[in-house]
């Protein structure tokens, strides 16, 4: 075994250790409970997301690095890319559901929100079954259109995932893919950003309103108000961050059909990052997750 795979089998294999003992122990703390409430509800889908996406990135990888890429077919090849590109959609689905749900949870009574403030919980489960159920059909249709289209011509347009190839769409294709799952992708990210905003607006009118009960206390502890900001920020950066460089890394992936290895492999390092940190920043002082402040 050669260095290079040595080193990739260390890494995927410690990102992908870590990821799941977070995401299992997180898992574990809501599944205790005997009443789920909407944020648990919502948290259980995204770890089930963030398992997606560890184990069809990590595995696969690892196993490349071990020599097993025999093991990969045309159809295991195509399983977990479609596995992939679902759990990257649910992911990204759950965390905006769960941003917004938030910010409509504390907002006052008085705000825009306060009509739908009680009605939003009981739709919960429907819109997480829903996104499941269209995002996978949605990341069906690509696998199958992209082999009947090819079946008809030859080319020899590939794409590397280091453990398999794929074969190029055709700009219909790509056309029809940026649509449907890179256009809402990027609508989600906005929604996350203004709720998150919202969010720390709120709390800081809140810490305002009360700053003179505690203006006679000796404590100098940091105030729920500030962790629970704090914590929005490092979750909201962590979240941009992570997900714009996957998407703009997987952006040069598709131009560049001989993608250079090693972007490859950077690029499904960086898209199991925040699966892998999400359960430790979550479960850090996530004080908005199982309180309400009004």
Known sequence: MDLKNFAIIIIFLTQSTFGILGNISLLSKYLNEHTL????????????????????????HTMAAFGMKLFFSDFMCKLFLYIQRLGRSMSMGT???LSVYQAITISPHNSFWKNIKFKFPNHIGFTISLCWALYSAINFIFPVLVHIKQSQ???TE???FS???????EKIVELLYIALLVFPEVLFSLFIIWSSGSMIAILHRHKQLIQYIRRNQTSIRISPESRATQT????VITFVAFYTLSSIL???IAVLYKANWWLVIFTSF????FPTLCPFLMSHDFILLRFCLF
């Open 270 to 273: 960086i898209s199991m990052c």
């Open 158 to 160: 590939k794409r590397d």
């Open 163 to 169: 453990f398999c190839s794929a074969l190029g769409r």
């Open 232 to 235: 929005i920020l490092i979750l």
């Open 37 to 60: 409430k909407p944020t648990d509800l919502i948290l259980t889908h995204l770890i089930t997301a963030n398992f997606l996406i560890i184990l069809s990135k990590g595995v696969p």
């Open 153 to 155: 011509k030859n080319t």
């Open 95 to 97: 965390t905006c559901l």
């Open 250 to 252: 997987q952006g040069f």
